[in-house]
Nanobody, 123 residues
Framework: EVQLVASGGGVVQPGGSLRLSCAASGFIFGDYHMSWVRQAPGKGPEWVASINIGGGTKYYADSVKGRFTIFRDNAENTMWLQMNTLKPEDTALYYC????????????????WGQGTQVTVSS
């Protein structure tokens, strides 16, 4: 059974930082590109970042570029999203997702999503 368990969310003040984790199981993690996707209340999903299988190629949405970093450890079946200089508009439910097709620099098509972890940025 494919599982993607996201954790690390919480409440943080503007300008603060959080690190999200995604623990994968039920498939060969090192055979797939991966992504982070978020969804704010009342809005549709927004792609945030993707990372290729080896971890050496990374893509980010313009809204988070320079503030967020995606990385992975295939030996640990884990992916992370380091979020710095957080803004209120970053408030959303953050999902880790397995990539079916990766599009350079803009988006990705996903075939499996986790349950997500809530990030709230508020003063």
């Amino acid at each position: 059974e494919v599982q993607l368990v996201a954790s690390g969310g919480g409440v943080v003040q503007p300008g603060g930082s959080l690190r999200l984790s995604c623990a994968a199981s039920g498939f060969i993690f090192g055979d797939y590109h991966m992504s982070w996707v978020r969804q704010a209340p009342g809005k549709g999903p927004e792609w945030v970042a993707s990372i290729n299988i080896g971890g050496g190629t990374k893509y980010y949405a313009d809204s988070v570029k320079g503030r967020f970093t995606i990385f992975r450890d295939n030996a640990e079946n884990t992916m992370w999203l380091q979020m710095n200089t957080l803004k209120p508009e970053d408030t959303a439910l953050y999902y880790c997702a397995r990539v079916k097709h990766l599009y350079a620099g803009s988006d990705a098509e996903h075939d499996f999503w986790g349950q997500g972890t809530q990030v709230t940025v508020s003063s």
